[in-house]
Protein backbone atom coordinates (compact mmCIF):
# COMPACT_ATOMS: atom_id res chain seq x y z
CA UNK A 1 0.00 0.00 0.00
CA UNK A 2 1.50 3.51 -1.21
CA UNK A 3 2.01 6.42 1.08
CA UNK A 4 -0.94 8.03 -0.56
CA UNK A 5 -3.16 5.35 0.68
CA UNK A 6 -1.89 5.06 4.26
CA UNK A 7 -4.40 7.43 5.31
CA UNK A 8 -7.90 5.50 4.01
CA UNK A 9 -9.57 3.90 6.89
CA UNK A 10 -8.89 0.51 6.56
CA UNK A 11 -11.20 -2.61 7.70
CA UNK A 12 -9.06 -4.96 9.97
CA UNK A 13 -8.69 -7.75 7.29
CA UNK A 14 -6.85 -4.60 5.18
CA UNK A 15 -4.80 -3.50 8.41
CA UNK A 16 -3.61 -7.05 8.67
CA UNK A 17 -2.70 -7.12 4.78
CA UNK A 18 -1.21 -3.45 5.20
CA UNK A 19 1.39 -4.65 7.77
CA UNK A 20 2.12 -7.94 5.80
CA UNK A 21 2.99 -5.71 2.90
CA UNK A 22 5.15 -3.79 5.44
CA UNK A 23 6.87 -7.53 5.65
CA UNK A 24 5.35 -7.54 9.61
CA UNK A 25 5.74 -11.05 10.36
CA UNK A 26 2.59 -13.13 12.04
CA UNK A 27 4.95 -16.39 12.86
CA UNK A 28 4.65 -16.18 16.89
CA UNK A 29 1.06 -14.55 16.94
CA UNK A 30 -1.25 -15.53 13.72
CA UNK A 31 -3.21 -13.31 11.48
CA UNK A 32 -6.83 -14.91 12.74
CA UNK A 33 -5.69 -14.25 16.98
CA UNK A 34 -4.41 -10.43 15.43
CA UNK A 35 -7.58 -9.74 14.11
CA UNK A 36 -8.91 -10.67 17.47
CA UNK A 37 -6.11 -8.36 18.86
CA UNK A 38 -7.18 -5.24 16.48
CA UNK A 39 -10.81 -5.94 17.32
CA UNK A 40 -11.18 -6.02 21.27
CA UNK A 41 -8.05 -5.05 22.24
CA UNK A 42 -6.15 -2.16 20.69
CA UNK A 43 -6.53 -0.26 17.63
CA UNK A 44 -4.14 0.02 14.48
CA UNK A 45 -2.45 3.41 14.25
CA UNK A 46 -2.04 3.02 18.08
CA UNK A 47 -0.33 -0.68 17.74
CA UNK A 48 1.66 0.28 14.74
CA UNK A 49 3.42 3.23 16.71
CA UNK A 50 5.85 0.62 17.84
CA UNK A 51 6.77 -0.26 15.23
CA UNK A 52 8.79 3.07 15.09
CA UNK A 53 11.05 1.50 17.41
CA UNK A 54 12.46 -1.23 14.62
CA UNK A 55 14.72 -1.48 11.53
CA UNK A 56 12.64 -0.37 8.23
CA UNK A 57 14.47 -0.52 4.39
CA UNK A 58 14.15 3.50 3.59
CA UNK A 59 13.49 2.84 0.03
CA UNK A 60 11.39 -0.12 0.17
CA UNK A 61 9.31 0.43 3.54
CA UNK A 62 9.66 -2.97 4.72
CA UNK A 63 10.66 -4.16 8.03
CA UNK A 64 13.39 -6.30 9.64
CA UNK A 65 12.60 -9.12 11.46
CA UNK A 66 9.75 -7.58 13.40
CA UNK A 67 7.28 -10.08 14.18
CA UNK A 68 3.25 -8.75 14.98
CA UNK A 69 3.59 -10.72 18.48
CA UNK A 70 6.56 -7.83 19.33
CA UNK A 71 4.07 -4.87 18.86
CA UNK A 72 1.38 -6.62 20.83
CA UNK A 73 4.13 -7.35 23.48
CA UNK A 74 5.42 -3.32 23.52
CA UNK A 75 1.66 -2.47 23.81
CA UNK A 76 1.44 -4.63 26.98
CA UNK A 77 4.21 -3.62 28.95
CA UNK A 78 3.25 0.24 27.91
CA UNK A 79 0.05 -0.56 30.02
CA UNK A 80 1.92 -1.51 32.98
CA UNK A 81 4.67 0.92 32.84
CA UNK A 82 1.58 4.03 32.67
CA UNK A 83 0.21 2.33 35.72
CA UNK A 84 3.32 2.64 37.56
CA UNK A 85 3.39 6.56 36.26
CA UNK A 86 0.48 6.96 37.37
CA UNK A 87 0.40 5.53 40.80
CA UNK A 88 3.80 7.12 41.45
CA UNK A 89 2.80 10.46 40.36
CA UNK A 90 -0.31 10.36 42.18
CA UNK A 91 2.00 9.75 45.17
CA UNK A 92 4.31 12.12 44.46
CA UNK A 93 1.80 15.12 44.23
CA UNK A 94 0.17 13.95 47.38
CA UNK A 95 3.04 14.49 49.44
CA UNK A 96 4.60 17.40 47.55
CA UNK A 97 1.25 19.05 48.78
CA UNK A 98 1.44 17.59 52.21
CA UNK A 99 5.11 19.74 52.32
CA UNK A 100 4.69 22.38 50.79
CA UNK A 101 1.15 22.85 53.73
CA UNK A 102 4.26 22.20 56.54
CA UNK A 103 6.37 24.91 55.10
CA UNK A 104 3.54 27.29 54.94
CA UNK A 105 2.43 26.50 58.34
CA UNK A 106 6.41 27.11 60.00
CA UNK A 107 6.27 30.12 57.99
CA UNK A 108 5.64 33.47 59.42
CA UNK A 109 5.93 35.64 56.82
CA UNK A 110 2.98 33.70 54.70
CA UNK A 111 -0.74 33.50 55.44
CA UNK A 112 -2.15 31.72 52.87
CA UNK A 113 -3.95 34.14 51.17
CA UNK A 114 -1.36 36.20 49.62
CA UNK A 115 0.51 34.28 47.77
CA UNK A 116 -2.78 32.97 45.88
CA UNK A 117 -3.46 36.05 45.28
CA UNK A 118 0.05 36.76 43.77
CA UNK A 119 -0.46 33.47 41.97
CA UNK A 120 -3.79 34.46 40.52
CA UNK A 121 -2.50 37.58 39.08
CA UNK A 122 0.25 35.97 37.28
CA UNK A 123 -1.37 32.62 35.88
CA UNK A 124 -5.09 33.77 35.14
CA UNK A 125 -5.62 30.58 33.61
CA UNK A 126 -5.75 28.50 36.62
CA UNK A 127 -8.33 31.01 38.24
CA UNK A 128 -11.05 30.75 34.69
CA UNK A 129 -10.03 26.69 35.25
CA UNK A 130 -11.46 26.94 38.99
CA UNK A 131 -14.45 28.98 37.56
CA UNK A 132 -15.30 26.52 35.06
CA UNK A 133 -14.98 23.50 37.85
CA UNK A 134 -18.04 25.85 39.78
CA UNK A 135 -20.01 25.86 36.56
CA UNK A 136 -20.33 22.43 35.99
CA UNK A 137 -20.65 19.04 37.40
CA UNK A 138 -17.26 18.05 38.76
CA UNK A 139 -16.01 16.45 42.08
CA UNK A 140 -15.25 19.91 43.34
CA UNK A 141 -17.22 21.97 41.94
CA UNK A 142 -18.83 22.99 45.53
CA UNK A 143 -15.86 23.74 46.94
CA UNK A 144 -14.99 25.84 43.60
CA UNK A 145 -18.11 27.84 43.56
CA UNK A 146 -17.90 28.62 47.93
CA UNK A 147 -14.49 30.52 46.71
CA UNK A 148 -16.14 32.69 43.97
CA UNK A 149 -17.64 36.08 44.27
CA UNK A 150 -20.92 38.11 43.34
CA UNK A 151 -18.66 38.41 39.92
CA UNK A 152 -17.79 34.68 39.90
CA UNK A 153 -14.25 35.02 40.19
CA UNK A 154 -12.29 33.23 42.83
CA UNK A 155 -11.92 34.93 45.69
CA UNK A 156 -10.16 34.37 49.27
CA UNK A 157 -8.61 31.23 48.77
CA UNK A 158 -5.65 30.28 50.62
CA UNK A 159 -3.17 27.63 49.71
CA UNK A 160 -5.03 25.10 51.18
CA UNK A 161 -8.28 25.49 49.24
CA UNK A 162 -6.40 26.39 45.89
CA UNK A 163 -4.48 23.07 46.44
CA UNK A 164 -7.57 21.02 46.16
CA UNK A 165 -8.87 22.73 43.25
CA UNK A 166 -5.64 22.99 40.50
CA UNK A 167 -4.62 20.63 38.30
CA UNK A 168 -1.04 19.24 38.55
CA UNK A 169 0.42 21.76 36.10
CA UNK A 170 -1.17 24.36 38.03
CA UNK A 171 -0.40 23.09 41.45
CA UNK A 172 2.96 22.94 39.71
CA UNK A 173 3.44 26.73 39.30
CA UNK A 174 2.09 27.35 42.74
CA UNK A 175 4.76 25.20 44.23
CA UNK A 176 7.46 27.15 41.94
CA UNK A 177 5.97 30.66 43.23
CA UNK A 178 5.99 29.79 46.93
CA UNK A 179 9.69 28.61 47.09
CA UNK A 180 10.84 31.09 45.03
CA UNK A 181 9.35 33.50 47.77
CA UNK A 182 10.48 31.55 50.43
CA UNK A 183 13.55 29.51 49.19
CA UNK A 184 13.86 25.98 51.24
CA UNK A 185 14.60 22.52 50.20
CA UNK A 186 12.08 22.09 47.12
CA UNK A 187 11.60 19.79 44.20
CA UNK A 188 10.78 22.53 41.39
CA UNK A 189 13.49 21.44 39.12
CA UNK A 190 12.70 18.12 38.67
CA UNK A 191 8.58 19.02 38.34
CA UNK A 192 8.50 19.51 34.47
CA UNK A 193 9.89 15.90 33.85
CA UNK A 194 7.40 14.12 36.29
CA UNK A 195 4.29 16.39 34.78
CA UNK A 196 5.39 15.33 30.89
CA UNK A 197 5.79 12.01 32.00
CA UNK A 198 2.28 11.68 34.12
CA UNK A 199 0.29 13.79 31.12
CA UNK A 200 1.31 11.03 29.14
CA UNK A 201 0.63 8.19 31.24
CA UNK A 202 -3.09 10.09 32.41
CA UNK A 203 -3.81 9.97 28.48
CA UNK A 204 -3.09 6.50 27.39
CA UNK A 205 -0.15 7.79 25.09
CA UNK A 206 2.20 5.11 23.88
CA UNK A 207 5.22 5.55 26.13
CA UNK A 208 7.01 2.96 24.21
CA UNK A 209 6.30 4.32 21.18
CA UNK A 210 9.37 6.89 21.43
CA UNK A 211 12.33 5.03 22.22
CA UNK A 212 13.86 5.38 19.04
CA UNK A 213 12.49 8.57 18.06
CA UNK A 214 11.31 10.83 21.16
CA UNK A 215 8.89 12.92 20.84
CA UNK A 216 9.56 17.12 21.72
CA UNK A 217 13.50 15.80 21.72
CA UNK A 218 14.08 19.69 20.12
CA UNK A 219 12.41 20.93 23.66
CA UNK A 220 14.15 18.60 25.73
CA UNK A 221 16.74 19.41 28.13
CA UNK A 222 18.16 17.11 30.67
CA UNK A 223 17.88 18.07 34.35
CA UNK A 224 21.40 19.17 35.57
CA UNK A 225 21.00 18.12 39.43
CA UNK A 226 19.42 14.50 38.10
CA UNK A 227 22.54 13.69 36.25
CA UNK A 228 24.86 14.72 38.63
CA UNK A 229 23.24 13.15 41.45
CA UNK A 230 22.67 9.52 39.05
CA UNK A 231 26.74 10.17 38.59
CA UNK A 232 27.82 9.20 41.76
CA UNK A 233 25.53 6.26 42.09
CA UNK A 234 28.13 3.29 41.38
CA UNK A 235 25.28 1.01 39.49
CA UNK A 236 24.62 4.08 36.86
CA UNK A 237 27.84 5.35 37.17
CA UNK A 238 29.71 2.16 35.71
CA UNK A 239 26.38 2.01 32.89
CA UNK A 240 27.96 2.48 29.62
CA UNK A 241 24.50 3.28 28.31
CA UNK A 242 24.15 6.10 31.06
CA UNK A 243 24.16 9.19 28.85
CA UNK A 244 22.78 7.95 26.09
CA UNK A 245 19.70 6.92 27.60
CA UNK A 246 19.19 9.64 29.36
CA UNK A 247 19.21 12.10 26.76
CA UNK A 248 16.04 10.02 26.03
CA UNK A 249 12.61 11.99 27.17
CA UNK A 250 10.80 9.26 28.58
CA UNK A 251 13.44 7.41 29.79
CA UNK A 252 14.84 10.60 31.92
CA UNK A 253 11.44 11.65 33.17
CA UNK A 254 10.51 7.76 34.25
CA UNK A 255 13.84 7.93 36.14
CA UNK A 256 12.97 11.73 37.63
CA UNK A 257 9.64 10.04 38.33
CA UNK A 258 11.46 7.57 40.19
CA UNK A 259 13.60 9.09 41.95
CA UNK A 260 11.82 11.69 43.37
CA UNK A 261 9.07 8.66 44.62
CA UNK A 262 11.82 7.73 46.53
CA UNK A 263 13.03 10.91 48.04
CA UNK A 264 9.54 12.45 48.99
CA UNK A 265 8.74 9.14 51.23
CA UNK A 266 11.68 8.33 52.14
CA UNK A 267 10.18 9.57 56.24
CA UNK A 268 9.71 6.84 58.59
CA UNK A 269 5.79 7.61 58.28
CA UNK A 270 5.81 6.49 54.39
CA UNK A 271 8.85 4.60 54.09
CA UNK A 272 7.50 1.47 54.45
CA UNK A 273 4.79 1.80 51.53
CA UNK A 274 8.07 2.97 49.38
CA UNK A 275 10.11 0.13 50.03
CA UNK A 276 7.51 -2.63 48.98
CA UNK A 277 6.42 -0.39 46.01
CA UNK A 278 10.33 -0.29 44.81
CA UNK A 279 10.60 -3.42 45.34
CA UNK A 280 7.59 -4.24 43.06
CA UNK A 281 8.76 -2.25 40.69
CA UNK A 282 12.44 -3.87 40.79
CA UNK A 283 10.74 -7.17 40.08
CA UNK A 284 8.53 -5.80 37.42
CA UNK A 285 12.33 -4.62 35.59
CA UNK A 286 14.90 -6.53 36.59
CA UNK A 287 13.93 -10.14 37.85
CA UNK A 288 14.72 -12.85 35.04
CA UNK A 289 10.24 -13.80 36.07
CA UNK A 290 9.09 -10.22 36.19
CA UNK A 291 6.57 -8.81 33.77
CA UNK A 292 8.91 -6.91 31.78
CA UNK A 293 11.46 -10.09 30.76
CA UNK A 294 9.03 -12.65 30.02
CA UNK A 295 9.99 -12.20 26.15
CA UNK A 296 13.11 -10.64 26.37
CA UNK A 297 13.72 -12.50 23.21
CA UNK A 298 11.56 -10.73 21.51
CA UNK A 299 13.91 -7.46 21.90
CA UNK A 300 17.27 -9.39 21.30
CA UNK A 301 16.25 -9.39 17.53
CA UNK A 302 19.44 -7.44 15.71
CA UNK A 303 15.98 -5.49 14.36
CA UNK A 304 15.28 -3.74 17.50
CA UNK A 305 17.28 -0.31 17.73
CA UNK A 306 20.14 -0.52 19.26
CA UNK A 307 19.66 2.64 22.00
CA UNK A 308 16.39 0.96 23.17
CA UNK A 309 16.07 0.31 26.81
CA UNK A 310 15.36 -3.33 26.40
CA UNK A 311 18.75 -3.91 25.27
CA UNK A 312 20.19 -3.57 28.75
CA UNK A 313 16.95 -5.37 30.60
Known sequence: MNEQNEKLKLTVEEQIQDMADKNIQFELYSKEDAKKFLKYNNYYFKLKSYARNYNMNAQTKKYYN????????????????????????????????????????????????NIVKLF?????NAGADIQSKADKYSFCSDLAEKHLNEYKEPNKLAVWNIAELLSFGNFIELYEL??????????????????????????????????????????????KKLANILGKIPEFRE???????????????????????????????????????????????????GRIKKNKSYFEKKSLYKGSIFVYL
Open 178 to 223: YYQMYPSFNYSDYLKSIKFIRNAAAHNNCILSTLRKPNSLKKFSKT
Open 66 to 113: LDFAYLVELSKLDMYIRKIILELSLDVEHYLKVRLMNDLSDNPKEDGY
Open 239 to 289: LDSRDAMMKNPVIHDFVTLLFIYNDVMKISATKSIRNKKMEEICHLFCDED
Open 120 to 124: LQYHP
